[in-house]
């Protein structure tokens, strides 16, 4: 048995959160020449998982518990300390796309996660943060120290300045993957947040027609009608 990020880490070593090829555990008879090293960090099959999943859904919460290896020098075995990995993406609360709270999950939701996780083991009390960078994160990051010692670090990913412009009559979707959104029907009808641009009066001035409202218990629900050119 080990304690979380210890095992057989040295005394005052400083976490080693991502480590050159190089310097990687190397497997003799790896499954795949691609799948020849033992992963330092979780970051990796964390952002992979991440990036899969927003693919399919708009609002993804993950977590992983697992061991990565770091080299010891002069040790024939690597210390295999265990691990855990969290990531946040999308909006804060999930729902249809008249959800007027469309604000998306950001650091300060991360760092609740963690003051609870932390306070449900009884360690909230040790523990602070403080600023930190990283090679992933931009300038919200920072370090988890328990009783002085570091054992994690959270973050928001950089944002590399990159618009990205896709057309789509789906609703849902574009409320679910995209923090901006412009309805168009000839002309400029909204642009702006989702639970803006898709209020009941845009929508009516969008469609026109085409389109019934209907209130419900859970909100507004809306009905299209193009299967019979009016009739």
């Given amino acids: 048995m080990y304690d979380s990020l210890a095992s057989h880490t040295p005394a005052g ?10 310097t990687l555990v190397r497997l003799e008879n790896p499954l795949t020449p691609a799948a020849d090293r033992l992963r330092s960090t979780l970051l990796g099959s964390m952002l992979n998982a991440l990036a899969a999943n927003l693919r399919a859904v708009g609002r993804v919460a993950l977590f992983e518990i697992g061991k990565v290896y770091w080299p010891l020098p002069g040790e024939l075995l690597p210390a295999e300390p265990e691990h855990v990995a969290i990531a946040l993406a999308g909006p804060r609360e999930a729902g249809a796309w008249l959800n007027r ?4 999950l950001d650091f300060f939701d991360l760092k609740g996660l963690i003051e609870e996780l932390l306070e449900r083991l009884g360690l909230l009390g040790d523990a602070r943060f403080e600023p930190a960078t990283h090679p992933l ?3 919200k990051a920072a370090r988890v120290l328990l009783k002085g010692r570091p054992i994690g670090v959270l973050g928001e990913l950089r944002q590399r300045g990159v618009t990205v412009m896709i057309a789509t ?10 923090d901006r959104v412009m309805l168009l029907n000839r002309r400029l009808v909204g642009l702006g947040r989702p639970a803006e641009v898709f209020a009941p009066d845009k929508l009516l001035a969008a469609y026109g027609g085409a389109i019934r409202l209907l209130e419900t218990d859970t909100g507004v629900v809306a009905l299209s009608d193009t299967c019979c050119d009016g009739h």
């Fill in 13 to 22: 070593a400083p976490l080693p959160l991502i480590l050159a090829p190089e």
């Fill in 101 to 104: 709270n469309d604000t998306l």
């Fill in 137 to 139: 994160f931009g300038p």
């Fill in 169 to 178: 009559h789906d609703l849902n979707l574009a409320a679910e993957r995209f």
